[in-house]
Nanobody
Framework: QVQLVESGGGLVQPGGSLRLSCAAS????????MGWYRQAPGKQRELVAV???????NYADSVKGRFTISRDNTKNTVYLQMNSLKPEDTAVYYC????????????WGQGTQVTVSS
């Protein structure tokens, strides 16, 4: 089992910045990639950014150039630096850990609210 605990959400004005953190514990050696997803009211959960153990990253088009995902393997923590925030970035952000073996499986954190509003 893997436990994921997010922190760092909150209320920020348009154009502002926030940094989300996700601390992983448990059987983390089984995790192939970690990422951030978000879900706005009335919408489906969507991928924001993902990073593999080798450091490869992928971003949603809507956040490219504004968000940066990174990881600190010494702390088993993944970060999402969010700059130039827009009202449309308002959502609950979920940390994800993806396990490939023995069977594919997604681990999820409890979510953290990000609200971008003046």
């Amino acid at each position: 089992q893997v436990q994921l605990v997010e922190s760092g959400g909150g209320l920020v004005q348009p154009g502002g910045s926030l940094r989300l953190s996700c601390a992983a514990s448990g059987s983390i050696d089984s995790i192939y990639s970690m990422g951030w997803y978000r879900q706005a009211p009335g919408k489906q959960r969507e991928l924001v950014a993902v990073i593999t153990g080798g450091g490869s990253t992928n971003y949603a088009d809507s956040v490219k150039g504004r968000f940066t995902i990174s990881r600190d393997n010494t702390k088993n923590t993944v970060y999402l630096q969010m700059n130039s925030l827009k009202p449309e970035d308002t959502a609950v952000y979920y940390c994800n850990g993806f396990r490939v073996a023995p069977t594919p499986y997604d681990y999820w954190g409890q979510g953290t609210q990000v609200t971008v509003s003046s």
